[in-house]
Structures are given as structure tokens and as C-alpha cells.
């Protein structure tokens, strides 16, 4: 006879403790596997989170796992990730879970894949654009003391004023990870913002470029999260992003670090800032930062030594200034 297996899952709830669930006959799932159970009378999906369980004193009393979903698991840099969220900002892992894990992933919305004006306004069949980037004396100064930041195992804090070429940077550094077969995010505070960027980035990355932010539909966000688990790209998006579930990924960009649309306002209430951070960290990725107005806490960091300031105060291509004259 069978010995009955007992697991903990993860139910998208307000809960501190995690409901422990039997197997049926012939199920077989690991750590982070998709499976509906029953919780208070209502289906829900739920994460396992443990499978080697001890079969608990009332385990008649255990309701079985009613289905195991033929949808990839939730991969451990995922978990780690939904962990400091939920320890760092006071919430439960089930709240986390609940924001983390879109609808767009059943596989009702990913059956269908997006044609490619959806996913990257460029013609089918077309590499991306060899297309390079053209760096001033200042820019390759900054770029030098990013890359030596990295060296040292440092993120680089981007300290410009509007205009100086930071998108330049970013572009620069995120081929250099493609070109290692890593992948690259670029984080932005709104929506608004990302469609500033969008047609500049194209321009270098055609296809491997994405977008995701709240306004796609769940068939768009489908096709951006099943290129980012198993594809070579470039993510523009909202804090919504760092949730995807990335791999490879080798760059992640913090553009306007300093605005507060990065903060959510409904629970789990996070920081995208900080929690790209913590996912570039889960991931072994270099951290940038950009922005004309650092944070007070991204220039405490340098401060700190945690970060390295790099300044680039000169505007992008600007036209040799006069002499100032004396009167």
C-alpha cells in the first residue's frame, strides 16, 4: 500500500501558518508546484512550499490536494524574493503570493501567443539592431567607474542631471550582458515613462525588447512571462516587473530611483526600488541606479560605502558653450 505523503502549501490568503494537504494516489509535485486545493470551503491554487511533511496526529482529518496544474513552478529565486517582501514590509506570504502570481499565467491566456506587433512593434523575422551607442568623453568616463563598481562588487548609483545620457548607459551595459547570454531589466516608475523609453530602447534590442506594466491585457503579460522564464531579452517595465519570473538575468536598472510611484500603496505595501535591490541580489545581477534628484537612502548608501556615486553633470551631445562675458 502507498504511504499517504503530506505537503504545506501556500494559499494566496492573509495567513501566518501554511495548511498541510494529502497527495493523492499517483500525484507527484515538488517545491513550488501549482496545485487547487479546498481552504474553507473555496478553491484556491496554492504553492508547495514542503514535501517531506510528517503525517500529522489527525491526519484523517487532512483534505487531499484536488488537482496538481500542468503550470511551471514557482522557481526558488521567486520564493526568496516573495519572502523579504513579506518579512521586510509586515505581511504575510500569502499577500505577497496574491500580488506576485498574476492570473495571466493559466493557461487559458497562454495557449494563444501574442502576435509580434504586440510584443515588440517590429517586423517579424527581424535580431536585434546592431545599431551602437555613441558615448561622450563624459559618458565613458561615467561608464568606467560604473563597470569598476561592478568589479568590486558594488551597485552604481547613476548621478545626473536631465539630459546627460543616462538611457545610453543602460542601453550600453544591458548589450553587454546579452552579448554573455544574461538578460537585462530596466525598472521605471510609470507607464507613462516606459512609452518615453520604449521607441529609444527598440531601436537597439527590436524583439528582445518587452514591456509589462499593468495596462497589457493578460494575454500580453502571458507572453512576456513565458519569454522571460525561458528566453534572452530585455525587460522595460513598472514595479510590477520584478515579479516575473526571470532568469539569467544578469542587469537590473533602477531609472528615476528617487520617485515614489515605486511604493505600492495597497498591501503587500513594497518599495520596487528596494525589492530590485533584493532580486538583483537573489540573482547575482549588477545593480544600477539612475536619477537627477537621488534618494536620501541611495545617497546614504554611498555614503555608506555600500554604493559607488558616479556624477555625470554634463548634457548629452549639448552645444559647446560660450565664453561668459565680463562686464
Known amino acids: 500500500m502507498e504511504q499517504i505523503k503530506h505537503i504545506q502549501v501556500l494559499v494566496p490568503l492573509r495567513l501566518t501558518w501554511a495548511p498541510t494537504y494529502r497527495l493523492q494516489s499517483g500525484m507527484r509535485v515538488e517545491k513550488g508546484s501549482l496545485v487547487k486545493v ?29 488537482e496538481v496544474e500542468a503550470l511551471p ?22 499577500e505577497v503570493f496574491k500580488n506576485a502570481y498574476s492570473p495571466s499565467r493559466l493557461p487559458s491566456a497562454r495557449k494563444r501567443k501574442v502576435a509580434p506587433k504586440e510584443t515588440s512593434g517590429s517586423a517579424e523575422g527581424q535580431e536585434p539592431s546592431a545599431r551602437e551607442t555613441k558615448l561622450t568623453k563624459a559618458q565613458t568616463l561615467a561608464i568606467g567607474a560604473v563597470r569598476q563598481a561592478f568589479a568590486c562588487g ?7 542631471v536631465t539630459g ?5 548607459l543602460y542601453i550600453t551595459l544591458a548589450k553587454e550582458q546579452l552579448a554573455q547570454g544574461r538578460n537585462a531589466l ?33 494575454r500580453q503579460k502571458a507572453n512576456v512571462s513565458e519569454t522571460v522564464r525561458e528566453g534572452n531579452y530585455v525587460v522595460l517595465g513598472t514595479r510590477s516587473s520584478i515579479f516575473l519570473p526571470f532568469r539569467n538575468l544578469g542587469l537590473v536598472v533602477v531609472d528615476e530611483e528617487h520617485d515614489n510611484a515605486y511604493k505600492q500603496e495597497t498591501a503587500p505595501r513594497y518599495n520596487g526600488r528596494d525589492c530590485a535591490a533584493v532580486l ?28 559607488q556615486r558616479v556624477n555625470l553633470k554634463e548634457r548629452y551631445l549639448q552645444p559647446v558653450q560660450k565664453a561668459y562675458h565680463t562686464y
Not at 40 to 59: E, H, I, K, N, S
Not at 73 to 94: H, N, Q, R, T
Not at 164 to 168: F, L
Open 38 to 66: 479546498n481552504f474553507a470551503g473555496r478553491m484556491y491554487r496554492a504553492v508547495v512550499l514542503r514535501t517531506d511533511c510528517p503525517a500529522p496526529p489527525d491526519q484523517d482529518k487532512i483534505k487531499y490536494v484536488e
Open 73 to 94: 513552478p514557482v522557481s526558488d529565486s521567486e520564493l526568496k524574493l516573495w519572502e523579504f517582501i513579506a518579512d521586510y514590509y509586515l505581511c504575510s506570504l500569502g
Open 154 to 160: 558594488k551597485p552604481a548609483l547613476i548621478d545626473g
Open 164 to 168: 546627460s545620457g543616462k538611457t545610453e
Open 186 to 218: 530596466v525598472l521605471v516608475p510609470e507607464i507613462a515613462l516606459s512609452g518615453q523609453l520604449e521607441d529609444r530602447l527598440r531601436a537597439y534590442f527590436g524583439p528582445l525588447l518587452h514591456t509589462y506594466h499593468s495596462a497589457l491585457t493578460p
Open 280 to 307: 538583483a541580489k537573489i540573482h547575482g545581477a549588477r545593480l544600477l541606479l539612475g536619477s537627477a534628484t537621488p534618494s536620501l537612502e541611495s545617497v546614504y548608501n554611498c555614503l555608506a560605502g555600500k554604493y
